[in-house]
């Protein structure tokens, strides 16, 4: 028998992260949306007076008179997501956890807390042991703040994964991210026609310093950074979802390449077999054509959840090489958001 949806509030509900919130949780079987916030600009406007639908399709019927609030507690509802800019995520995020809601989070304000998970649920569900540590929010209430990673750390921390087992010494990355990932309305479009830019705020130090987090290990109520060197370099072009990576690997024993490929097409973990909602059923799509991924041909895999990893071969410098990709504003942002609390549910963190 179904048991009851928690009732869930989204705060950001208007952006860019926020409208896929609203488009993957409805019919979602486990959560129902309750509440919607966004800034003063749309507050006391129903969510269709204030919202821009900017995906595809029409604006899902079941939100459209809901009225946009504060994002203040107290809000309807068991749990809340959030995206918001990073810049006010800390105080408003900190509030809700402080008046007893569990916070789900995309923004980047607690990610790299010592007593806060930043989750992916194939890698690192232990962490969650964390949530434990968060006695400041506590106080006798049951609030506590869990974040998923940057949306490019994402799709560098599961390609990795799989082949920590071989013993990764350093890692390169070079990136080049969709319009999508600076928000609405994002990079001017003069800036990005017939351009790159390769230079986006903050992103290739928490490239750099979330992989370790992720990889690391929960020890003592803390988490052990995983013992590699990570090397970043960040750019935005001129596509409009699903971002790409240039990777190179080198390990301390160099494993064989179908080793590699093997552990990296057979990756399956903990919400694979739990059956979560919206795992994907293969985490890591591997392609043997020369010239894939591609974001246009491969941003879908997996309903926006698998991550697709092509070009995988020798490299001249470091050890291996090979390009990832993934959707952005969903296994990047809201789709990590909403598989972390499809695990919490099941590990009974949730109720
Ligand atoms: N886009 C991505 O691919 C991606 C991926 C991972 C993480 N993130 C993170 O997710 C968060 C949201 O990103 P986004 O791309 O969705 O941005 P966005 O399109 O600019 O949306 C921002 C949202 O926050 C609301 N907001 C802005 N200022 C506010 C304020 N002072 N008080 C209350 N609400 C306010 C906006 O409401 P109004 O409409 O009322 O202004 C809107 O709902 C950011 O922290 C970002 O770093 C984004």
Redesign the pocket.
């Known amino acids: 028998m179904m048991s009851k949806k928690l009732r869930v509030g989204i ?8 409208q896929r919130f609203v488009e993957l949780l409805e019919n979602h079987p486990q959560f129902q949306i309750t509440a919607l ?6 507050q006391g406007k129903t969510f269709a007076e ?2 821009t639908w900017r995906l595809a399709g029409e604006m899902p019927e079941f939100v459209r008179a809901l009225p ?1 609030q504060a ?1 203040q507690p107290p809000l309807d509802c068991d749990l809340v997501f959030s ?4 810049d ?2 800390r105080e ?1 995020e900190g509030n809700f956890a402080a008046a007893g809601y569990p916070v789900i989070s ?3 304000a607690f990610r790299m807390d010592h007593d806060v998970p930043l989750l992916i649920p194939e890698i690192n569900s232990e962490h969650l042991g964390l949530i434990e540590a968060q006695k400041t929010f506590r106080d006798g209430q049951h609030g506590f703040i869990v974040t998923n990673p ?2 490019s750390t994402i799709m560098l921390a599961l390609a990795l994964a799989p082949i920590q087992k071989f013993g990764i010494e350093s890692v390169v990355a070079t990136t080049m991210q ?1 319009l ?5 309305p994002g990079v001017a479009s003069l800036a990005i026609s017939d351009n790159v830019l390769p230079f986006i705020e903050s992103e290739e130090e928490k490239i750099e310093q979330e992989t370790l987090k992720i990889l690391g290990k929960l020890s003592n109520q803390q988490i052990d950074e995983a013992p590699l060197k990570v090397s970043a370099q960040c750019h935005r072009v001129n596509v409009s979802d699903g971002h790409l990576a240039a990777v190179r690997v080198k390990f301390k024993d160099k494993p064989l390449l179908k080793d590699v490929k093997q552990a990296l097409s057979s990756f399956s973990a903990l919400p694979q077999e739990l059956k979560l909602h919206s795992a994907p059923d293969q985490v890591i799509v591997v392609r043997e054509e020369k010239d894939r991924p591609q974001p246009r041909l491969d941003r879908d895999a997996g309903n926006g959840m698998s991550i697709t990893i092509g070009r995988l071969q020798p490299d001249n410098v470091l050890d291996y090489r090979f390009v990832v990709l993934s959707h ?2 969903i296994r ?2 809201a789709g990590a958001a909403i598989l972390n609390a499809e695990l919490m549910l099941a590990m009974g963190k949730l109720k």
């Not at 705060?11 to 926020?18: D, E, F, Q, R, S």
């Not at 999508?180 to 609405?184: I, K, L, V």
């Open positions: 705060l950001g509900a208007t952006g860019m992260v926020g916030a966004a800034s003063d600009r749309s204030a919202c946009v994002p995206s918001l800019p990073g006010i995520a408003t995309n923004s980047s940057n949306c969709a999508s990932g600076a928000g609405y952005n504003t990047g942002a």
